[in-house]
């Protein structure tokens, strides 16, 4: 007698967004906004429904931690399967089917290695990054490699957030403001927005739902009620503006005074190339970073790094490679200056050393900041847009995640010393030109040589 086959009740969307999400069509499509959307329900639905559609196909449900899922979306959605169909496995923490699909729940703890560690090589068919905004664009990106797979499976990358996080301008840019770079095309990507308003299950178990939200900061309020991506973003370097704050490379000329930044630890050595021209304006012209190296490699990861020829006026450190190893008795900056790299001290007062950043960032009077970055320093560019505000300190730039702060960090220590402008060619003097101010009132030129901030 032929088996009847196991009826799977997935349930129904119970709003238009939830409706459109399952209907998406497009390469990346990013659900939510505000809280309250059913976005998690979206997402477990989703997978089994493909689970079930497409016999083989392999799913990846990702967040930043395994904790964040568990009661959320791996406990519900195994509730879903009846044990004919498929079944759970807690060591691989991963849902197999009688049909040959799986879901494997991910997790991608902040280190930028991750995506190229443990899933290097890996290929699934769908992805569902949950709570995007808590991952840097360099993740989600790492991500869409893992998408690939040689059959007819459509390959799908689906993504829900709340506005705020870490992730809040890169997501921002692709899905709302609609802002895209060249090799991005516009037709992959969909944003479906939804609110607490559409969730008629959620308005109906719970009616306190909209006092509570209604209850929180404005600008939360405003974020997390009516998902508005303008109330929240949290980054630290609000004013940092692609195409404003950034140029394409070009030669730095041979009499612009060059200098090198870094901050060094195992985890990262984050080096950056800073030139400044006569009228004090700062370049960020190269950078580089390296995770795993001990001191007498990564000083010749920055000396390799430096052309031959290129005279650097000074390399700034962090004040601890001057703290004397117990175990050794000497320093990391004795190892660096054995190693052909001498270095200097810079501050390493948090808050002054950003705010100093900050100020030169800020647009001059000729209309142009007073730094700028190639835009081939990709790292850097992301690192700043992606870096927080702290939550307890809003003059200082969070800790966390630890990975995206070693790029900033080393252009803090530039920002936060002093430098040296470059001597300009003297010009063809005019007998019959009047004195100037400054020859009249003080007998001659000021030294304007250095900058301080």
């Not at 394409?248 to 990262?268: N, S, T």
């Not at 060619?425 to 400054?438: M, T």
């Amino acid at each position: 007698m032929p088996q009847q086959p196991v009826q799977v009740d997935l349930g129904r969307p119970n709003s238009e967004p939830q409706r459109r999400f399952f209907a998406s069509r497009k390469l990346y499509t990013c659900y939510g906004g505000a809280r309250g959307g059913g976005k998690s329900w979206a997402v477990r639905t989703k997978a089994v429904g493909g689970a079930l559609r497409w016999p083989g196909i392999r799913i990846l449900i990702i967040r930043r931690t395994y904790r964040d899922m568990e009661n959320s979306l791996i406990t519900p959605l195994v509730k879903l399967i009846p044990a004919e169909v498929g079944r759970y496995n807690g060591s691989s923490n991963m849902v197999l089917f009688q049909n040959g699909s799986s879901i494997k729940f991910g997790h991608l703890p902040n280190d930028r290695a991750t995506v190229e560690g443990e899933y290097q090589g890996q290929e699934f068919d769908w992805i569902f990054m949950d709570e995007a905004t808590q991952f840097t664009e360099s993740e989600f990106r790492g991500m869409g490699g893992c998408l690939r797979g040689v059959n007819d499976i459509p390959k799908r990358f689906y993504l829900t957030c709340n506005p705020g996080g870490v992730g809040h301008q890169w997501v921002k840019r692709l899905f709302i403001d609609g802002r895209f770079r060249p090799g991005e095309n516009p037709d992959d990507y969909i944003f479906i927005p939804a609110r607490f308003t559409d969730n008629a299950d959620l308005l109906k178990s719970s009616p306190g739902y909209a006092a509570m939200l209604d209850n929180l900061p404005e600008s939360v309020r405003k974020a997390h009620r009516d998902g508005d991506w303008n109330a929240l973003s949290g980054q630290y370097f609000s004013e940092f503006t692609r195409g404003l704050h950034t140029v394409a490379p070009f030669a730095i000329p041979p009499e612009w005074r060059k200098y090198r930044a870094f901050d060094y630890g195992l985890d990262c050595f984050a080096c950056v190339w800073v030139a400044v021209d006569f009228q004090g304006r700062f370049y960020v012209y190269r950078e580089v970073a390296q995770s795993g190296l001990i001191v007498s490699r990564a000083a010749e990861l920055a000396l390799a790094s430096t052309p031959d020829g290129e005279c650097i006026e000074a390399t700034l450190a962090p004040p601890d490679l001057w703290s004397t190893q117990k175990d050794t008795g000497r320093t990391m900056a004795e190892i660096f200056t054995e190693s052909g790299l001498p270095l200097v001290r810079a501050g390493n007062s948090r808050v002054p050393g950003w705010l100093a950043l900050k100020e030169l960032l800020r647009v001059r009077g000729d209309g142009k900041p007073g730094l700028v970055i190639f835009r081939d320093c990709r790292g850097l560019i992301e690192d700043l847009e992606a870096l927080q505000a702290d939550e307890r300190n809003p003059s200082d730039a969070a800790t966390e995640p630890h990975h995206i702060t070693h790029r900033p960090d080393a252009l803090r220590y530039f920002a936060a010393s002093r430098a040296l402008l470059p001597e300009k060619p003297p010009e063809p003097v005019d007998e019959d030109a009047p004195p100037d101010y400054d020859e009249v009132m003080h007998g001659g030129a000021p030294d304007l040589r250095y900058l301080y901030y």
